[in-house]
């Protein structure tokens, strides 16, 4: 076995068996291996056989290609303008996760000077979350006005009509977040 090969695996062993909160002598009982197998193992000496790696792989509950894989990021860069963005009229909504988180919504939002911007209903029982970053915001919820300034937060039911807005010369900026309520059904 390559020494590369023979760090990698060794170092992904280690990473998984830690990640899984045991001991080596633990996960050499839950693989039927003998503890100085799987210290071996996670030196970086060992040269295992397809048996010994496939009992490993079961024991971590991963594939035996995720042993000897070099090891992915996780971590991922979306430069300004890679994530969904739209226009509601004059104001620059742009989404702030690249993936999916269910029940989650968050945006930024940007209004020029005298911009407004009407907001969509979400489902009953619906929390928003509206924080401003700089210069100020009206938001109108409920029939009810608030204006709020950088570093104000205001939460309001997100299933009733409401409206945001700028009256000042400066751009403001804020980040709403959507807590949506499950549909049952």
Known sequence: ???DLAERLAHNIRHLRELRGFTQQQ????SGLPRATWANLESGLANPTLAVLTRVAVALQVSIEELI???RSTTRVYPFGTLPMR???EVTV????PDRVPGVLMERLELPA????????HTAGTREYLTCETGTITLVAGGEQFTINAGDVVVFKGDQKHSY???TTRTA????MVMLQPVVG
């Open 114 to 121: 005298g911009a407004r911007m009407t907001g969509v209903p």
């Open 1 to 3: 076995m390559s020494n």
């Open 69 to 71: 894989s070099a090891p």
């Open 94 to 97: 742009r989404r702030l996760f």
């Open 87 to 89: 226009k509601n009229g």
């Open 165 to 167: 807005a700028n009256s």
């Open 27 to 30: 996960m050499a009982k839950h």
């Open 173 to 176: 900026v804020g980040y709403s």
